[in-house]
């Protein structure tokens, strides 16, 4: 019955009405317009929220079981941050050129065509972003019942996830500006507990340096098969762990469109998030193999976390209480970063015409797109009652590595038939940093594929079933061009200096 009423929360996104597309798209101009409301700051604080969850927090211990020293681990994790910051790096020319909402949705149309963009914003919307919100909401209540000494009921968890998305949705309500400083805040005291368990450990952990010239292959390792153990297979788990601690750096293109200045301001948020993210993994990693020996980090449980074990040392019982609520925070602050960001995505497909228009619908208070968030967290409400995400998204890991290939493969496109585009920023060592990350995705693609075929052509079967509305929707729409994704549509085109940037002929 719950994935039933969860096709009920979704359906509208398929339901066209009886509005002709011309009058969709004057219905969305004539709206109130979103408003660049998020300087360096806030923008930056976005990514790090977002990238930092719970993965620092317990990845080292595979990672470690992966590659046995502590100096091993800190070079995956170096290694995943380069190409991290390979993304971060064509990801700043993209969005600085298309400071439009939904980010990939634009560079990956611009450059491959309409199907493809609406494919991404059908996976991202109703498929990774509802699905994600829901699972990461679900992390939240659990790390509280943890608090509450296990107390919470099967169906209290879920009354309770189900109120947490409901609390966000009503936060990413409010004006870009109010969101920016609640990121903001909270970024802070993210970067704070993280950095202070890591200098906390040097200085009050009672560890040794000589940690790091110690090994952890006699380390328990539970739940760590021996194939991925030591080795260049074990570092390329390794890097694959550390990459995807590194996941959620571009989300901060979905609101593009809400940045001030965002030929200077995004891509300085997206290098300098994605440096300080670096820097952060690294100084709490340090920190871990300063207090725990390699083989004490390989042997925490698998139901436990490093980050635990090394506040327990320093503070005894209490130490794991304090990270758990540290853990609520850093949970609550990527799923507030996550329902803020991929709203962007529905509303830019509903200016398109390739939603329903009252998708597109602005607050004329807020200047938010209200539409698109109640969708993006009445289908997350669907998917937390269904239980249907964890499957949905082990299934669609591998279409997010293709998208993500194709946004930035997309520079080489839009280099080629958008030669004089205006481009506020050009990507430093073109064309070896983009290709930089693309080969990393195509290592990732390939090797799942190969270890989860099922799975792989599963996500893809999933993400064609977009392709009958994308027909419906597009059956009286005009071909697209590059051109056409480079601005957005409406009045705030006209801020900060967008003006001047080239518009296709009939773009208003």
């Known amino acids: 019955m719950g994935t039933a009423w969860l096709g009920g929360v979704c359906a509208a996104a398929s339901h066209p009405g009886k509005t002709s597309v011309s009058e969709n798209r004057a219905s969305a101009n004539a709206s109130a317009s979103l408003v660049r409301g998020l300087t360096l700051v806030p923008a930056t604080a976005l990514i790090v929220t977002n990238v930092i969850g719970t993965g620092v927090f317990v990845k080292v211990r595979v990672m470690t079981c992966n590659v046995g020293t502590p100096w091993m681990v800190l070079l995956a994790y170096v290694v995943a941050g380069v190409l991290t910051l390979a993304g971060a790096l064509t990801f700043a020319e993209l969005s600085a050129m298309m400071p439009r909402s939904g980010g990939q949705y634009n560079f990956i149309g611009a450059a491959f065509g309409r ?47 189900v109120g947490t998305i409901v609390a966000v949705t009503l ?30 450990a040097f200085l009050f952990s009672d560890g040794s340096w000589a940690h790091f010239a110690a090994s952890g292959a006699a380390g328990a390792c539970e739940g760590v098969p021996s194939s991925a153990r030591l080795g260049a297979t ?10 995807w601690g590194y996941n959620g750096w571009a989300d901060v293109s979905f609101v593009a469109e809400e940045v001030r200045e965002p030929g200077r301001t995004l891509p300085r948020a997206l290098i300098g998030g994605s440096v300080l993210i670096i820097g952060l ?26 980050a635990g074990a090394v506040m327990a040392r320093m503070l005894g019982a209490g130490g794991a209480s304090l990270l758990t609520v540290g853990m609520m925070l850093s949970t609550f602050g990527a799923l507030h970063s996550l329902s803020l960001s991929v709203a962007r995505v529905p509303f830019a497909m509903a200016r398109d015409g390739l939603l329903p228009r009252t998708f597109a619908t602005v607050s ?12 993006l967290g009445a289908c997350a409400v669907g998917f937390a009652f269904s239980g249907a995400f964890d499957v949905l998204t082990d299934l669609i890991v591998f279409m997010l590595l293709l998208f993500n290939g ?3 493969a997309s520079i080489y496109v839009l280099r080629r038939t958008l030669p004089n585009a ?87």
């Open 364 to 375: 004329p208070r807020a200047r938010v797109p209200t539409h698109a968030i109640v969708l």
């Open 234 to 243: 074990g570092f390329g788990a390794a890097v694959i762990g550390a990459l």
């Open 115 to 161: 199907v493809w963009a609406f494919l991404y914003g059908w996976m991202e919307t109703l498929l990774d972003g509802a699905a994600s919100i829901a699972a990461v909401a679900i992390v939240f209540i659990i790390f509280l019942n943890d608090l509450l000494g296990g107390t919470l009921s099967s169906v209290q968890v879920q009354l309770l996830t």
């Open 281 to 306: 993994y690294l100084l709490v990693n340090a920190g871990y193999f300063y207090a725990l020996s390699p083989e004490a980090v390989a042997s925490v449980p698998e139901a436990s976390s490093v």
């Open 171 to 200: 936060l990413t309500l409010a004006s870009m500006h109010t969101n920016g400083l609640l990121v903001t805040v909270i970024t802070a005291l993210k970067v704070l507990l993280v950095a202070g368990i890591g200098i906390a």
């Open 422 to 508: 205006v481009r506020p920023y050009r990507v430093w060592g073109y064309p070896v940093v983009p290709a930089l990350f693309l080969a990393a995705t195509a290592y990732l693609m390939v090797n799942m594929f190969l270890a989860t075929p099922g799975r792989a052509l599963a996500g893809l079967g999933i993400v064609a079933l977009g392709l009958p509305l994308y027909a419906y929707f597009t059956r009286r729409l005009p071909p697209s061009r590059p051109e056409d994704w480079l601005v957005e549509r409406g009045p705030a085109a006209q801020d900060d200096g967008l003006e001047s940037m080239p518009r296709a002929p009939g773009i208003r």
């Open 406 to 408: 194709l946004a930035v």
